[in-house]
């Protein structure tokens, strides 16, 4: 997924439509890294209301759409999958479906048993077609969903995508309660995709009356159910009676107000108006906030399982040559990096995050050598160096990082022009193919969108990401890696889940030889919670909720 949650801290910036997101939080060295400011809260009770702050509107609340950390929590409020995850995003489990799916032998069919008697908001029993439909609807182009490649692995999907099929041939309905999905292939993450926002189950006849305001009119069988929605100004949300899972949720209420600067949002949380951060502690208060003994206990943090990173393209000028990529990642100092952001990050070595599966202890990346950084561009042909551009997003602080990274380059003769552009602008130009030599991915980071290392190879380094408009930014295309990671997809049998981990560490190990990235570093998330707000880390910075509103409640 592409974070755009990046560094809360610093005034946590919009994640554009795509970041294929989702994660694991099981056991690494990296868990001592996550930090708890604050452990003990009282047990949950029902009743009360909170308030939210986020300095950007929200743009919709349609979970075939929505996708980023601002729009994923809210949409969880008001739909749910088949599957979700444990709090702390580390175990699937049963959410709308009754059990875990019976999978055959061939490890390519899925059966879905439902959840008898789950009611949408509007009163309606949802069903076995009301799945199909809401796949379908995904995959549909007249969508426009960003999740749609997702899904195309279905059997009949692509034919259903190409205008060849009115339906698609591998979602059948067996009996109100029951459904098929059939694969083209054993797909080991097709159950973490089955978790994703995009498979959240909406009603038909709710769609159809509200056409393409669905996103302004969000029917569900979430927790919640939306109340209004004052554009630019607020969103209230109300506790769903008729909720299937007992006792859920706690609160009767969620407002979550829009366009509040982070520093007015953390102003009202001291005068009690707000109860949490949703863009996390503002720049000026960070260090008072988090060395203040009395605001401890409300201050949260984790380590997140993300990677932000400068982009090479290997198509464009001198960067064609690993070894000038090699270079360029011996030239830049990391740790001068995270002294920016005071020290609100982990140095990355690889591209895939600690807290992510398959990720390799051992993998060392690229010590920081300026001195074996000239040498290697003189035995590619630069002694003298050459010119290059850098593109940045101009929210701070990633132009002062940007800087940082043209300084540590001058110094081996690599003379970088910064352009410091709107989010959108640096999407496009990052996105089409031989135009942006390298780009700062600050505020623009890849996040799992659920916890399989496959979620930061398909989506953002493989051949089918390499085109106009995508996520693979270094347009690296390299057909023998897809076939391996092709490959190990299809070991889904729990014996093999070591091995499939074991060549995904190797085929990221490859990726850093070629030098496509110079990853960076991988955030720690921090939010701040009111005094009467209880809830945990795993409820404020979930890894695929990010907000489990849920399981939040006041105290009485």
């Known amino acids: 997924m592409l974070e755009i ?38 047990a949950p009770q029902q009743g009360g209301s909170i308030t939210v702050s986020y300095k950007d509107d929200v743009t919709t609340l349609d979970p075939a759409v929505g996708y980023d950390y601002q729009n994923w929590p809210m949409e969880k409020m008001v739909f749910d999958a088949l599957l979700d995850y444990t709090p702390g995003g580390t175990t699937l489990t049963p959410r709308l479906a009754a059990k875990m799916p019976d999978v055959s032998k061939d490890g390519k069919t899925y059966t879905f048993t439902l959840r008898k008697g789950v009611k949408f908001h509007n009163g309606r029993v949802m069903t076995a077609d009301d799945v199909k439909y809401s796949l379908e609807r995904v995959l549909d182009p007249k969508t426009k969903s960003p999740g749609q490649s997702f899904y195309t692995d ?31 292939a054993p797909n080991a993450a097709f159950l973490n995709i089955m978790a994703m926002n995009f498979a959240f189950i909406v009603p038909k006849e709710a ?36 909720y299937f899972m007992a006792g859920m949720p706690y609160l009767d209420g969620v407002t979550v107000k829009v366009g509040l600067d982070p520093s007015v949002a953390y102003l009202s949380l001291q005068r009690g108006e707000i109860d949490l951060l949703g863009d996390g502690i503002p720049p000026a208060q960070f260090l008072q906030v988090t060395r203040d003994p009395k605001l401890k206990a409300n201050v949260f943090s984790k380590t997140s399982v993300n990677t932000t990173y400068l982009s090479l393209n ?21 740790t001068k990096i995270l002294r920016i952001i005071n020290g609100r990050g982990v140095v990355a070595r690889g591209v895939l995050p600690p807290l992510m599966p398959g990720y390799d202890k051992a993998e060392a ?4 050598d300026p001195a074996k950084a000239k040498a290697l561009l003189a035995a590619a042909g630069f002694k003298n160096g050459f010119e290059t551009i850098l593109y940045t997003t101009s929210t701070d602080p990633n132009p002062r990082i940007a800087q940082s990274i043209q300084q540590d380059l001058a110094q081996i003769g690599v003379k970088v022009q910064l ?22 991915s600050g505020g623009l980071a890849w996040t799992q969108d659920y916890p399989d290392p496959s979620d930061f190879y398909w989506p953002i380094l493989s051949c089918r990401s390499a085109v106009q408009g995508g ?80 399981r939040l409640s006041v105290k009485k």
């Open 5 to 42: 949650l990046v560094l809360h801290v610093l005034s946590l910036e919009r994640r554009a439509m795509k970041r294929f997101t989702g994660q694991s939080l099981m056991g690494s060295s990296l868990l001592g890294l996550t930090l708890l400011l604050g452990t003990a809260h009282a």
């Open 154 to 184: 279905i059997a009949g999907a692509q034919a259903f995508v190409d205008g060849k099929a009115k339906a698609v041939s591998g979602i059948a309905v067996l009996a109100p309660d029951r459904v098929k999905i059939t694969l083209n």
């Open 207 to 242: 769609v159809a009356k509200a056409g393409e305001d669905f996103g302004h009119q969000p029917v569900g069988t979430g927790p919640f159910k939306l109340k209004s929605w004052v554009s630019g100004q607020q969103l209230q949300f109300e506790r769903n009676p008729n």
């Open 314 to 334: 290997t198509g464009v000028g001198p960067l064609k040559d690993v070894r000038v990529r090699q270079a360029i990642n011996m030239a830049i100092d990391k």
């Open 365 to 368: 990346g690229y010590a920081y």
């Open 419 to 440: 352009k410091s552009l709107a989010q959108s602008s640096v999407i496009d130009a990052a996105s089409t193919p031989k135009t942006a030599a390298m780009v700062w």
């Open 471 to 550: 996520w693979n930014w270094p347009f690296v295309c390299d057909k023998a890696l897809d076939a391996r990671a092709g490959k190990a997809d299809r070991m889904v049998a729990p014996a093999q889940q070591a091995a499939r981990l074991k060549e995904y560490a190797s085929i990221f190990a490859a990726l850093n030889k070629q030098a496509v990235w110079v990853p960076v570093f991988h955030e720690v998330r921090y939010t701040m919670k009111s005094d009467r707000l209880v809830g945990g880390v795993d409820d404020l910075l979930d890894p695929t909720h990010f907000i489990n509103y849920e």
